[in-house]
């Protein structure tokens, strides 16, 4: 299994206030995303980043901010959470190449998730 | 653009019947083409993968194979066990940019003893 933990796995938090989610890596995978999963949504791309401090918006982007020091550890801030952001958030990485060509797969974290109030 | 299709679920099957689940896809370029599963609290699990035309990608006694004529990459198993009752995502991968997939929207799987 890929090494990924993501922290907390659970959170309840009110209405308004920061939080912060942690995705953490011991596979030195160069490519990082966060998804959140929502009942009759699917998987919807938060945000992605190519390298340590190379990041970039998804399609629901809105809300969210990331970051990237370090390769192995992926950020997702939401900055003032709303009740709309309560749902399941899951990391993913990815590193093209390493089980052959065209081999793109994504190793996922075990989720958290975030309850607003 | 890219987007997947899979046929809408929940997907009921008694066990040791034989298990289809539709996928088709439509992409600009040549994808790569998956299946994951996401089991009950968990996060998705890479399941299978192809990555050319007539390639068949197998796991766990499920196979589907990359058919560009009809665009499609159907998911089959032919004997169910309840074990095998989870979520089921068909994505595909086309090269360059930052390889982000384009999922289904996930068809949810439920065998019965």
């Known amino acids: 299994d890929a090494g990924i933990t993501q922290s907390p796995r659970h959170k309840v938090t009110e209405t308004g206030t920061p939080v912060t989610l942690r995705c953490h890596q011991t596979e030195n995978h160069r490519y990082m995303y966060w998804y959140r999963q929502d009942p009759g949504h699917g998987l919807r791309l938060i945000h992605y980043?190519?390298?340590?401090?190379?990041?970039d918006k998804g399609e629901v982007s809105d809300g969210y901010s990331v970051s990237r020091s370090k390769t192995e550890d992926f950020l997702l801030t939401l900055e003032s959470a709303t009740s709309s952001q309560t749902s399941v958030y899951f990391c993913?990485?990815?590193?093209?190449?390493?089980?052959?060509?065209?081999?793109?797969?994504?190793?996922f974290g075990p989720g958290t998730r975030l309850t607003v109030t | 653009g890219n987007s997947v299709t899979q046929m809408e679920g929940p997907v009921t099957l008694s066990e040791e019947a034989f298990l289809t689940i539709n996928c088709t896809y439509t992409?600009?370029?040549?994808?790569?083409l998956f299946w994951y599963v996401q089991y009950p609290g968990e996060g998705l699990q890479l399941l299978l993968k192809?990555?050319?035309?007539?390639d068949k990608g197998s796991n766990k006694g499920f196979e589907a194979t990359y058919r560009k004529e009809t665009t499609s990459f159907h998911l089959e198993k032919g004997s169910v066990q309840v074990s095998d009752s989870a979520v089921y995502f068909c994505?595909?991968?086309?090269?360059?940019?930052?390889?982000?997939?384009?999922f289904g929207r996930g068809t949810s799987l439920i065998v019965h003893p």
């Open positions: 992409a600009t370029g040549y994808p790569s």
């Open positions: 980043s190519y390298g340590v401090k190379d990041t």
């Open positions: 994505a595909l991968v086309t090269s360059g940019g930052s390889y982000i997939p384009t």
């Open positions: 192809a990555t050319k035309a007539d």
């Open positions: 993913a990485i990815s590193e093209p190449g390493t089980s052959g060509r065209y081999s793109y797969e994504q190793y």
